[in-house]
């Protein structure tokens, strides 16, 4: 009897949910396991069958915030970023077209895991950004109709090692190494991508702060520019490029960065053997 009313009770809050305009999703794992796709709401996290931007479908679980672990909102086969895409962030005028690069998925952390300084680091910058996340399949979309292929939004914090991305011939060691971009801690479906207020803080101390709306390249030229190129999936991500400028992390220290509507991603750095 208890697993039939936990189940109607997700089926009644799916249909509630779905009323909403805003819809907030998570990924959690408990005591090691395998993580899960969870929507949240004030009495739970209900689990979900998949991923949202694929099914809405509930598996009647239902498990409370204290009781797991959050991981990455995100399961991306594809990661792009975005160079130079604030004015605080460049000097002269801006490109013609987007500084487009990628990195491995395997860089993605989540809100509660550890920003691993590299042995040979001794430069190692935060960029608070704000990241999109493909809803279906993209190819050749026009500006017009981008709105359409963005699911969610989630904040992140794109980690940088200067010295890595001045000497190296390209960034992909330098803005992709092992556990460099932390996301999180949440993903919101129909949150304003146009009006977001992107605050990153050093301890505390508030360090970058400007508005989505100040974009160079928005996030629906930015998709609409990739899918020209590339065949973005349900899942895929796309990073907004930082503003203002950076300075070093140390370990002990910990970067939040705030998405106003969406929620604060915080990590700590921790010196790598």
């Known amino acids: 009897m208890k697993r039939s009313i936990t189940t109607i009770s997700a089926v009644v809050f799916f249909l509630i949910s779905t009323a909403v305009s805003a ?3 998570v990924r959690y794992s408990q005591d090691g396991g395998d ?7 004030d009495d739970g996290i209900y689990q979900l069958a998949d991923a949202p931007y694929n099914s809405m479908d509930h598996t009647g679980v239902i498990v409370q915030r204290e009781e797991v672990k959050l991981e990455a909102p995100v399961d991306p086969d ?4 975005t160079a130079f895409n604030f004015r605080s962030h460049i000097s002269g005028e801006p490109a013609e077209y987007p500084g487009l690069f990628t990195v491995p998925s395997s ?3 989540g809100p509660e895991d550890p920003i691993v300084r590299p042995a040979e680091s001794r430069n190692l910058h935060y960029e608070a950004e704000m990241a999109i996340v493909v809803g279906k399949h993209a190819e050749n ?5 981008a709105a359409d292929y963005i699911f969610g939004v989630t904040a992140g914090n794109d980690v940088s090692e200067r010295a890595w991305q001045g000497g190296d011939i390209q960034w992909v060691r330098a803005k992709g190494s092992r556990g460099f ?4 801690p949440v993903l919101v479906q129909g949150a304003d991508y146009k009006n977001i207020q992107i605050t990153g803080r050093l301890n505390g101390e ?7 709306s100040d974009l160079i390249f928005g996030m629906e030229e930015m998709l609409s520019y990739i899918s020209r190129y590339f065949t973005l999936e349900p899942g895929d991500m796309i990073w907004s490029g ?3 400028s950076t300075r070093a992390m140390e370990p002990g220290d910990v970067y939040e960065v705030e998405l106003s509507g969406i929620g604060i991603l915080r990590n700590t750095v921790v010196q790598g053997k």
């Open 35 to 41: 993580a899960h796709w969870g929507m949240v709401h």
């Open 107 to 109: 860089s993605i952390v």
């Open 141 to 145: 979309v026009s500006v017009e109709d």
């Open 181 to 184: 971009n932390a996301v999180g």
């Open 78 to 81: 594809l990661v792009f970023m």
């Open 206 to 212: 508030v360090r970058q702060e400007e508005n989505s």
């Open 23 to 25: 819809q907030t999703f």
């Open 242 to 244: 930082t503003m203002g």
